[in-house]
């Protein structure tokens, strides 16, 4: 079955320092990876997607992630964080359902804080 | 353009009472979707549509109901509210059936006594 591991529920950095925030997945074939941010009463924003090719993605508000197959895991990364980026985080991991839609299921989600 | 839009933001209701939950989106998209957020648990798909006019249960369907008589709108029914159900509702769209839910709602924060 599918599944998706946040291994840190809470993370803490300081301003302008770097971030890194897991995510292992399981999935019998190659999946398609996702990562989300739900700032503060808002909803979800996507901020990346892997679907195929390179393995290094680029997202917008300058996070990347890199999916590694012989780790099965799509970590997100930021070099210099801001406070604005304290938020919540969720990995996903998508499939075509027999439903005829396209499934996602998601890890519990990292809460990231950020010192000033 | 408003995006995905959920009405009302909260709500308080008493076991037994019912009430609908209402998701516009105004991008044209084919595809809604109703998740529940709970603590410590990622998103989980209650109902979705693939078109207007249709719905289909996703992983925890039981004791909702939706309807999607126009295509920019898509409603979550709760007959009969439960403590269970106390949850953040989230709408989702995606234009086709090679996407995957991109737009998300603002969110509806529930609570059941």
């Known amino acids: 079955a599918q599944s998706v591991t946040q291994p840190d529920i809470h993370i803490t950095v300081s301003e302008g320092a770097s971030l890194e925030l897991r995510c292992n997945y399981s999935?019998?074939?190659?999946?398609?990876l996702f990562w989300y941010v739900q700032s503060p009463g808002q909803g979800l924003q996507l901020l990346l997607k892997y679907f195929s090719g390179d393995t290094l993605v680029q997202g917008i508000k300058g996070f990347e992630a890199e999916f590694k197959r012989s780790q099965s895991s799509f970590n997100l990364r930021k070099p210099s964080v801001h406070w604005s980026d304290a938020a919540e985080y969720f990995c996903?991991?998508?499939?075509?359902?027999?439903?005829?839609?396209?499934?996602?299921?998601f890890g519990a989600g990292t809460r990231l804080a950020v010192h000033p | 353009n408003a995006g995905v839009t959920q009405t009302p933001k909260f709500r308080v209701l008493k076991t037994g009472q019912s009430m609908t939950l209402l998701c516009a989106q105004d991008m044209n998209h084919e595809y809604m979707y109703w998740y529940r957020q709970d603590p410590g648990m990622g998103l989980r798909l209650i109902h979705y549509?693939?078109?207007?006019?249709?719905?289909a249960k996703g992983e925890v369907p039981d004791g909702y109901n939706v309807s999607r008589l126009k295509k920019q709108n898509f409603l979550l029914g709760l007959e009969s509210a439960a403590p269970s159900q106390t949850s953040v509702y989230f709408c989702?769209?995606?234009?086709?059936?090679?996407?995957?839910?991109?737009?998300f709602g603002p969110g509806t924060r529930l609570t059941v006594l």
């Open positions: 999935y019998g074939a190659t999946p398609y």
């Open positions: 549509s693939v078109g207007e006019g249709t719905t």
């Open positions: 996903a991991v998508g499939s075509p359902s027999s439903g005829g839609y396209n499934k996602l299921i």
């Open positions: 989702a769209s995606s234009y086709s059936a090679n996407a995957f839910p991109r737009y």
